[in-house]
C-alpha cells in the first residue's frame, strides 16, 4: 500500500509517512461512512442510527431559532475580518463567557484567547508548538479517540497511553501511573515527554476529575516540566444523576479557576474548550485555546491560525451567542436538564435488560457500556475472548443499522466496552436501544 512498481528503480513511494499513516489510521474508523448515511425516520430510515458521535441533538430547534432571529450578516464577515485569530467581538465574547462559568481565578482577558475552528485544530497546534517530532503526550486509558490523530498525524508527536489497571483514572493514586509512564517513556526512548493531556469533564467516563488528582498533576508537570492542557469541551454539560442517588458526585471545577501558586508555572497551564458540546453545535466549529501566562505561545499561533481560521459566520453567530446572558443561562439550564431526563431513560433501559455499564456519571452525553459481558451471557458457546469479540459485536451493531463508537478505539484495557451517547431525543434513544437489543440477542 502506497507504493507503484518502478522497473527501473524499484518501488517508489506515494505517501509520505505521515501520509500513510493517515491512511493506516483512516481504514480503521467509520465515522465518516457512518455521517453519509445517517438514519432518518422520514427521509432515510434505512440508514444507520448514530449513538456512536458525540452529537448533541437535544436543543437544535431552539438554537437555530435564536440564529435565525438574531443573525444580521454585513459584508465584512466574507473577509479576512479581524485576522486568522478571532476576530474582537468573538474573543470579547468568549472571555465574558468563561468569566461567568468557569469561576476563573484570574479573569480571562480577549488576549488570552485564540479561536480556533474547533478543538481538534486547537489540540493539534499546541501539539505541533510543544513538541518536536516523537516526543510525547501522555493520555491515560480509556480516552477520546480523536486525540490519537489530533496529535499524531500532522504534529508527528506520540501519545503515551497511561495504562490504569485498577486504578480509577481520575483519583489522586492515579498520578503515580502517569509519573511511571514519562519515565518509561523517557528511559526507553531517550526522547521527552513534554505534556499531559486532559479531559475534564472525561469522555468516555462522564465524570469530573476531583481537585486532589489535578494538583497532583500540576505537581508532577511542574517537577518534569511538561505542559498540562485541559479540554473542559464538556464544562458546561454536568447534570443531576437522577439513578445513583446514594452516592456523592464531583462537581466540575476549571483549571482557570485556580490558583497555581506553590503548584505549577502557569506558563504551562493551558485551556480547551468550544460552542459543539455546551450547546450541541459540532458544525459550527469553533474552539477556543484559554492560555493566560504563555504570550509567546500566542505568537506562534499567528502563524499556525491560518490553518484553523473561523468562518466569518460562525465567528459572527458564536459572539451572538455567548455575549446574550439571559439566552445562555437559560439554555445551558435547559440542556442540563434535557441530560439528565436521557441519561435516566437510557441508564433504566441497561437495567431493565441486564447490561452492565460505568455508574457515578454526572457530565458528558455518553454513557461506558459492557456490552461484551452480556453477548457472553447470552451466547455461552461463544469463543471469541479480547477485540476479536469486540469487532464481532461492533460489526452485528452495524448489520443492525446502528453505531456504538468501539471501546477499543478509545483505548480500554477490557474487552467488549463501548461508548454509547445519549444526548438525543426519546424516540431516537428507544430506536438505537431496540436496534442494539436486537443485535446482542440475536433477534
Known amino acids: ?3 507503484i512498481a518502478d522497473s527501473s528503480s524499484g518501488p517508489y513511494e506515494v505517501f509520505s509517512k505521515r501520509g500513510q499513516a493517515a491512511v493506516d489510521l483512516g481504514t480503521k474508523h467509520i465515522t465518516w461512512d457512518v455521517i453519509s448515511d445517517m438514519w432518518h425516520p422520514q427521509t432515510n430510515p ?3 442510527l448514530s449513538v456512536g458521535m458525540a452529537d448533541n441533538t437535544l436543543l437544535h430547534d431552539t438554537l437555530l431559532e435564536y440564529i435565525h432571529d438574531n443573525s444580521r450578516f454585513t459584508g465584512s464577515l466574507l473577509t479576512y475580518n479581524n485576522g486568522s485569530m478571532g476576530s474582537k467581538a468573538l474573543r470579547k465574547s468568549v472571555s465574558h463567557f468563561l468569566n461567568r462559568y468557569f469561576n476563573p481565578f484570574l479573569p480571562v482577558e480577549p488576549n488570552h484567547i485564540l479561536m480556533t475552528n474547533g478543538c481538534s485544530s486547537a489540540i493539534e497546534h499546541l501539539s505541533w508548538t510543544f513538541l518536536n517530532p516523537e516526543e510525547a503526550i501522555l493520555l491515560s486509558k480509556p480516552y477520546y479517540s480523536t486525540f490519537i490523530a489530533d ?4 504534529p508527528e508527536a506520540v501519545v503515551v497511553p497511561v495504562e490504569m489497571g485498577n486504578v480509577d483514572p481520575l483519583s489522586p493514586e492515579a498520578v503515580d501511573e502517569y509519573e511511571k509512564a514519562a519515565m518509561e517513556f523517557e528511559e526507553r526512548t531517550g526522547r521527552r515527554v513534554r505534556a499531559i493531556m486532559l479531559c475534564n469533564p472525561h469522555n468516555p467516563l462522564g465524570r469530573c476529575y ?9 505537581r508532577l508537570c511542574q ?12 464544562a458546561l454539560s454536568v447534570w443531576k444523576n437522577r439513578v445513583d442517588t ?31 458540546k455546551d450547546f450541541g453545535a459540532n458544525g459550527l466549529r469553533v474552539g477556543a485555546v484559554i492560555s493566560q501566562s504563555n504570550p509567546e505561545l500566542h505568537i506562534a499561533q499567528k502563524c499556525l491560525s491560518l490553518y484553523s481560521f473561523v468562518s466569518g459566520l460562525s465567528d459572527h453567530i458564536t459572539a ?6 439571559a439566552f445562555t443561562d437559560k439554555y445551558i439550564q435547559t440542556n442540563q436538564e434535557k441530560l439528565s431526563l436521557s441519561h435516566e431513560f437510557i441508564a433504566r433501559l441497561l437495567d431493565k435488560h441486564g447490561i452492565e455499564y460505568l455508574h457515578r456519571c454526572n457530565a458528558g452525553f455518553f454513557l461506558w457500556v459492557n456490552l461484551g459481558k452480556k453477548y457472553i451471557e447470552l451466547h455461552p458457546e461463544e469463543t471469541g475472548q479480547g477485540l476479536e469479540l469486540t469487532n464481532m459485536i461492533f460489526d452485528k451493531l ?17 474487552p467488549g466496552w463501548f461508548r454509547l451517547v445519549f444526548a438525543h431525543p426519546l424516540p431516537w434513544l428507544e430506536e438505537a436501544m431496540a436496534r442494539i437489543i436486537g443485535a446482542i440477542y440475536e433477534l
Open 151 to 154: 496529535i499524531t498525524l500532522r
Open 223 to 234: 517537577s518534569r516540566q511538561m505542559h498540562l492542557i485541559s479540554d473542559e469541551i464538556y
Open 1 to 3: 500500500m502506497g507504493s
Open 210 to 218: 476531583p481537585r486532589a488528582t489535578v494538583d497532583g498533576l500540576m
Open 398 to 414: 452495524l448489520k443492525s443499522k446502528v453505531y456504538v463508537a468501539h471501546g477499543t478505539d478509545y483505548g480500554s484495557e477490557n
Open 46 to 48: 434505512d440508514g444507520i
Open 246 to 276: 446514594d452516592v456523592p458526585f464531583t462537581p466540575f471545577e476549571s483549571l482557570l479557576s485556580r490558583d497555581t501558586c506553590g503548584l505549577i508555572d502557569p506558563a504551562l497551564v493551558h485551556v480547551l474548550w468550544g460552542m459543539s
Open 320 to 325: 451572538s451567542i455567548l455575549r446574550n446572558d
